[in-house]
């Protein structure tokens, strides 16, 4: 305002002022029409629909830089059949602003995260002494091998247990998150994430730097029943020495746990079927131990928990509300100069502004303690 006035003191006559004003009005009349056009053809878009065809496409992305066979495709389609009795009661639209960056940015990591995981493993491989040797213990453990899980045994079930193993480690994982944006819901989606490989990752290194144990076959001098083509004797070690406790077995156990928090009987069914197969499959194929598969079971139980204390911290202590109330489609508290407003509700002016009136119910109690006095 002062701005203006001493505009309006400046120029011979006031023309110039005139002329100034009149140059500032046609820019103020032109940044709000243009906020009006954009407004208008933002209010005409399909956000839903674009957010679906996004989510697909990021989704797809997802398999095709995993390399997923039909079979996984299939298996995330049967978790996906009764994802409504799981969704949350948010719009889809104001849902896709949060879980489309969130499912971006796993995508992400995924992308980039094999690479980075390769490179510790080598640089463990190459400057770590591990001061613990565990070959010859786990060895003289009774019915440790897991040898007994072979006791039936067929070329088809050797063949699906290798698909179960090979895709198990990524795929158990993003079927969960996959699922849980189509729940709605980014909580789930944090749930599976952090329990799964973003704090697996860095609390098992520690084990795998102070323990050397090597896969069961590798120390039976067994074949290799996943029949892995390894480039050098390097590369076979740096495969065949993380042993304890086993990751496979971590993440499986992870998500058969927050599974079974589903309501959704067939997602709990196909997940707790694939979990079990996968853990399974660890002692059927002579990867790993008795003794690391009870102990990734209790890593990923200890995860979950671990997962479920952070969320609850960070939701209740470090979330603003106002973006709570932005996700969840509440109405912002509005706040006076004097504080928050208690017992009262924001009505509109016909000016355009805003004042606080006392709620119905706290205009019916002042009414009963007039009445009484």
């Not at 463990?124 to 010859?136: A, G, S, T, Y």
């Given at each position: 305002m002062e701005f203006v006035l001493s505009i309006c003191r400046m120029g011979d006559g006031g023309v110039a002022s005139v002329e100034v004003l009149g140059h500032l009005g046609m820019e103020v009349w032109g940044a709000a029409l243009l906020r009006m056009k954009l407004e208008k053809w933002v209010g005409s878009q399909d956000w839903t629909m674009y957010g679906m065809v996004f989510s697909v496409f990021l989704i797809w992305r997802i398999g095709a830089i995993g390399g997923w066979s039909k079979g996984c495709w299939i298996l995330l389609a049967v978790c996906l059949v009764g994802v409504r009795k799981d969704q949350s009661d948010i719009d889809w639209t104001r849902f896709f602003a949060f879980g489309i960056p969130l499912l971006g940015v796993f995508y992400y990591f995924y992308g980039a995260g094999n690479a980075l995981w390769w490179e510790l493993a080598n640089w463990?491989?190459?400057?770590?002494?591990?001061?613990?040797?565990?070959?010859?213990?786990m060895?003289?453990?009774?019915?440790?091998?897991?040898?007994?899980?072979?006791?039936?045994?067929?070329?088809?079930?050797?063949?699906?247990?290798?698909?179960?193993?090979?895709?198990?480690?990524?795929?158990?994982?993003?079927?969960?998150?996959?699922?849980?944006?189509?729940?709605?819901?980014?909580?789930?989606?944090?749930?599976?994430?952090?329990?799964?490989?973003?704090?697996?990752?860095?609390?098992?290194?520690?084990?795998?730097?102070?323990?050397?144990?090597?896969?069961?076959?590798?120390?039976?001098?067994?074949?290799?029943?996943?029949?892995?083509?390894?480039?050098?004797?390097n590369a076979l070690l740096v495969n065949v020495m993380n042993c304890f406790p086993s990751m496979h077995t971590s993440i499986a156990f992870a998500m058969l746990l927050l599974a079974r928090r589903e309501k959704d009987g067939v997602f709990k069914t196909t997940m707790v079927a694939y979990c079990v197969s996968i853990i399974f499959s660890t002692l059927y194929l002579q990867i790993h131990w008795v003794v690391d598969v009870l102990a990734g079971m209790a890593f990923g139980f200890g995860a979950v928990k671990l997962a479920d204390g952070l969320i609850h911290v960070v939701s209740a202590r470090l979330v603003p509300a106002r973006l709570k109330a932005i996700y969840e489609g509440k109405p912002v508290e509005h706040k006076t100069d004097g504080g928050p407003v208690e017992g009262g509700e924001l009505v509109k002016r016909g000016g355009g502004g805003t004042r606080t009136e006392p709620t119905r119910a706290v205009r019916q109690a002042g009414g009963e303690a007039m009445q009484a006095h």
């Open positions: 463990m491989f190459q400057n770590n002494k591990h001061p613990l040797h565990w070959d010859e213990l060895q003289a453990i009774p019915l440790n091998t897991g040898a007994w899980a072979r006791t039936l045994s067929s070329k088809a079930l050797d063949e699906f247990m290798v698909w179960v193993y090979s895709y198990s480690f990524v795929v158990s994982l993003w079927i969960c998150i996959v699922r849980s944006f189509w729940t709605k819901s980014v909580k789930k989606m944090l749930s599976y994430a952090l329990s799964g490989h973003l704090l697996q990752f860095p609390l098992i290194l520690p084990f795998y730097n102070l323990i050397l144990l090597r896969e069961v076959w590798y120390v039976n001098n067994q074949p290799d029943l996943l029949q892995r083509q390894f480039t050098d004797e």
